[in-house]
């Protein structure tokens, strides 16, 4: 009896502790709280639409998410939604509080929600909370715990129940339903007949889920009496440790994930995947990372990742990642520094000490399903894990240590120890290296153990050691360059320093790795190789075309060539297996690995492992690659905002043209890639076409605002891509922003009409004056004329008076040439008379006959020369060529005129005096006068008239009227 006590104890404990176990790598959970999501606390039900949207029925209504942007759809009675189906014309069907209907998208991409209670017959409106919804053929069914609704061509039919409906599921294209006292059903013909015939369940089984294996087989779930597989003749219920285990808890939901792994959620222990024998694969609880244990409902979308509607929150679980979580200690997750495989045993080295787990022929080491142990004496910091001659290293704070069967034995404690590396190629290595502290230690290998040499080089810290050869060991210091230790044959050592001075361009940052045999250094600047020749440091020309980053803080070499590294706390890798260098990133681990103490242990190309702050990561990079999942990008919300917010596109179905009013010209646009749990791998692209000119760079933005657009057609696209370059289609909002009312077409008939009126206007006003202008100029020309008529006239007047007085100066000139010679002939005249006087009066004295005879012919010489003088016609020629024929014309003007008169207006044109005018025509001054005085008579002058103006008056006259004749 005590025997079989013991046995029963060690089978519950054993069977715990199998239940207990899980796989060391876990899914990424993503948790979003009521705060997120911001609705109601209880998630009930959820389902996938074609348009990639997740929705959910809470307990405040329709939620839906994108990845991005959570939206909330209260129901008029403002109830709980229990359920939800989605058809293929994307109606969404949701079952309430005595509330039933259909959300849809109107033409502006709303969701609008329709009521189908008014086609209930009046009798049976009054129903409780809808638990199920299913598609059967064209049909709708709702499920109330009293009532099933059919929807049927716009009419429902009612299928009432004595006792109560506890399950409605489709199966196999079967239509199934529960009645708590008269069994399983199916629906045929518009009739329910009894679904088991051979077999049944227990009594008062109440089924949660009833799902399909495959075309013969099914798997019933029972929320406490398991699991059962039914082949359609008979009901075999699955029996496990596990599943027992499970029943206890509630199996609230049961889903097929894949072909050979079924999810089950409960009421009170989280999620577990589970295998057809009823196996536990993997436990998600809140113990790895769920909100709570509390499952309302499970979803497998189409990516065969998981959702889960908790009772407080949603839960995403990215199950068909690449990437997996590991968690060496459950309660107090340390920092992950190093990873090691070591004979069948995967070894974990964290901030809190070593950890180890045996292999179990897993090909993803993540799915080991065992329970990590933790390695005696190794408590504290484990900095690096080496192997060295087959034994086991262990970098530690308090020392260096080999591990050997479970326990880490000391190999030197003089201080922490960063890294061990052998000095020969050819192993086993009778000279070892390592990194501690203060600087290097060096090991003989001898029998088997290393033992201290007599070799040291104690000078900073050396964490990063690349050995060059046997007698060269290279040393990183971050903070102050790189050291060249040279081991000499005396074991003395000799230590270089290398910083800016040889080449680096930094003396913080520097890291020094062996990557494709080659010694890097890693700065700020980039990636350097030393040159042996210069004893330099030199930009590494191979991997400025392989690896052109800056900050690189790590590298490491995986088996496949393929070169791991981090830069800024964003890990990356350079993937040669495609030939051509590919940078690929893994934003999903930024910002989540150990700052200054990177680690990248990769084993094979699905087996990577990286150290974190929080444990531990695994990639399955071969799947990583491959998993080229559908990217849809969607937008949103198409939304104008400014003086007048409104919102343009509601972001269901493919959005139609919208045309809007000028005061609309700023829009503002949301959009999402359908690509859930690798939002942080997204980048987007967009162009707005009648606008940008080219697509614009990629960012992690999900939005994007315009404003004070100018009026035209338009067309906002985007796009967007994974970190693998996976990359979408584009999606497409066309809208055309109306001109403002003043550039209408009534606005510019406007216009035109006010043009033309203007340029009337403007015409006829210049018409009126050009017109003025015409006359003004027309009045302008005749003063103009008249007064250069005037002007003619005067310089007529001007010529003739400058020729008169020309001519009078010459007359004058004349006149005076006359009168000298005038005078010297009256001189001469009173000379010769004088002579002739005095010639008389020496005659009268001479007595000389002959004397006297040739005295008189000498004195009738003189009167004949006298004679010869006084000739007139010989003067008046002269006169008439000085004064223009005056006497000619005087003639004929006045006919009357005697000679003598004609020769005394000649000497007073003359101006002559009377006494002159006298001797010349030897008269005598009286003379002169009485022939003055008949001359005014006959020319009809008075008295007070001067002879001399009347002369000069009438010459001028002649004058131009010769000049006329002329003309």
Request: glycine share 6%; with cysteine.
């Amino acid at each position: 009896m005590k025997m079989r006590t013991i046995a029963i104890v060690f089978f519950l404990i054993l069977s715990l502790s199998v239940f207990c176990q899980n796989t060391i790598g876990l899914p990424e959970i993503i948790n979003y709280s009521k705060q997120s999501y911001s609705a109601g606390t209880q998630n009930w039900d959820i389902k996938q639409g074609q348009n990639g949207l997740v929705y959910f029925g809470n307990n405040e209504g329709l939620l839906s998410f994108d990845g991005t942007f959570w939206k909330l759809y209260p129901l008029p009675n403002h109830t709980i939604v229990r359920s939800i189906e989605i058809t293929r014309d994307q109606r969404i069907y949701i079952g309430g509080q005595n509330e039933l209907g259909f959300f849809a998208p109107d033409e502006k991409g709303f969701l609008v929600y329709h009521s189908l209670v008014g086609l209930i017959p009046l009798q049976e409106r009054s129903f409780d909370d809808v638990w199920n919804i299913c598609i059967y053929g064209n049909d709708i069914f709702f499920r109330t715990n009293k009532r099933i609704f059919q929807l049927s061509n716009h009419k429902i039919t009612v299928y009432p129940t004595h006792s109560e409906w506890r399950f409605l599921g489709i199966c196999n294209n079967q239509l199934i339903a529960e009645d708590l006292e008269s069994g399983t059903f199916l629906f045929q013909n518009g009739t329910w007949v009894p679904f088991f015939r051979n077999t049944v369940l227990p009594p008062l089984a109440l089924i949660t889920s009833f799902i399909s294996l495959d075309h013969n087989r099914s798997l019933i779930a029972t929320l406490r009496d398991g699991l059962f597989i039914n082949d359609g003749k008979s009901l075999v219920r699955i029996s496990s440790p596990d599943l027992d285990q499970l029943s206890k808890k509630s199996i609230y939901k049961a889903i097929v994930v894949d072909k050979n792994r079924i999810a089950l959620a409960t009421s009170f222990d989280g999620c577990h995947i589970i295998d057809e024998k009823g196996n536990i694969i993997q436990s998600l609880t809140h113990q790895e990372g769920l909100q709570n244990n509390n499952i309302r409902s499970i979803y497998s979308d189409r990516n065969n990742n998981l959702w889960l509607g908790l009772d407080n929150g949603v839960d995403f679980i990215a199950f068909n990642n690449s990437i997996k979580h590991i968690y060496p200690e459950a309660q107090n997750i340390g920092s992950g520094y190093s990873t090691i495989l070591f004979k069948n045993q995967l070894y974990f080295g964290t901030s809190n000490g070593l950890y180890k787990v045996k292999l179990d022929g897993s090909q993803n080491l993540s799915f080991i399903k065992s329970k990590l142990e933790n390695v005696e004496n190794t408590e504290g910091e484990v900095w690096n894990l080496s192997t060295v001659n087959g034994l086991l290293l262990m970098g530690h704070h308090n020392g260096a240590f080999i591990i050997n069967n479970n326990t880490a034995v000391p190999l030197d404690n003089s201080s922490g120890f960063w890294t061990f590396l052998p000095m020969f190629n050819v192993l086993p290595s009778s000279l070892m290296v390592a990194g501690n502290y203060l600087g290097l230690n060096f090991y003989d290998f001898k029998n088997g153990n290393f033992l201290k040499s007599g070799i040291n080089a104690q000078f900073e810290s050396a964490r990063f050691i690349v050995v060059e050869n046997e007698q060269t060991v290279w040393v990183a210091h971050p903070y102050k360059g790189i050291y060249k230790i040279m081991i000499k044959p005396d074991q003395s050592t000799s230590i270089k320093l290398y910083n800016q001075r040889n080449g680096l361009f930094s003396t913080n940052n520097n890291y020094l790795f062996k990557v494709k045999n080659r010694i890097v250094a890693a700065t700020e600047k980039g990636l350097y190789e030393y040159n042996d020749q210069k004893d330099i440091f030199e930009v590494s020309t191979y991997f400025k075309n392989v690896l052109n980053e800056g900050n690189i803080r790590y590298l490491k070499e995986d088996p496949s060539g393929n070169i791991w590294f981090v830069s800024q706390k964003e890990l990356g890798v350079v993937d040669f297996t495609s030939g051509k260098p590919k940078i690929i990133h893994f934003p999903e681990l930024n910002n989540k690995l150990v700052s200054g103490f990177e680690n990248i242990y990769p084993i094979d190309e699905h087996n990577i492992f990286i150290g974190g702050e929080k444990g531990f990561y695994h990639v399955d990079f071969d799947n990583y690659k491959q998993n080229r999942s559908l990217i849809e990008t969607r937008i949103r919300v198409a939304r104008s905002f400014g003086k007048r917010d409104s919102v343009l596109f509601g972001g269901y179905l493919s959005p139609s043209k919208t045309e809007m009013p000028y005061s609309m010209n700023s829009l503002h646009f949301e959009y999402a890639a359908i690509l859930y749990g690798q939002q942080s791998n997204i980048e987007y692209s967009y162009f707005l076409k009648g606008f940008d000119k080219s697509w614009s760079n990629w960012s992690g933005k999900p939005e994007k605002e315009y404003t004070n657009l100018p009026s035209g057609n338009y067309v906002f696209q985007v796009k967007s891509r994974t970190n693998l370059g996976n990359e979408s289609i584009n999606s497409t909002y066309a809208f055309t922003i109306l001109p403002p009312w003043y550039q209408t077409t009534l606005a510019y008939c406007m216009y035109v009409l006010f043009l033309l009126g203007l340029v009337y206007i403007i015409h006829s006003k210049q018409k009126k004056k050009f017109l003025k202008q015409k006359a003004e100029y027309e009045e302008r020309q005749k003063q103009i004329q008249y007064l250069h008529q005037l002007e003619l006239e005067k310089n007529e007047k001007e010529i003739v008076k400058l020729k008169n007085e020309k001519l009078e100066v010459e007359i004058e000139h004349k006149n005076s040439e006359l009168a000298s010679s005038a005078m010297h002939l009256v001189q001469k005249r009173e000379m010769l008379e004088k002579i002739r006087d005095e010639l008389n009066g020496l005659l009268k004295k001479i007595d000389n006959e002959q004397v006297s005879h040739e005295f008189k012919k000498l004195i009738r010489i003189l009167v004949e020369d006298n004679k010869t003088d006084d000739k007139w016609e010989n003067f008046a020629h002269h006169f008439d060529k000085v004064h223009t024929d005056f006497l000619v014309v005087l003639k004929n003007r006045y006919p009357y005129l005697t000679a003598s008169e004609l020769r005394l207006c000649a000497y007073l044109r003359m101006n002559l005096s009377n006494k002159e005018i006298a001797q010349l025509i030897n008269i005598s001054v009286r003379g002169v006068e009485i022939g003055r005085y008949r001359l005014r008579k006959k020319l009809g002058l008075s008295t007070e008239t001067n002879l001399f103006e009347f002369l000069l008056k009438e010459q001028v006259s002649l004058a131009t009227h010769q000049q006329t004749i002329n003309l």
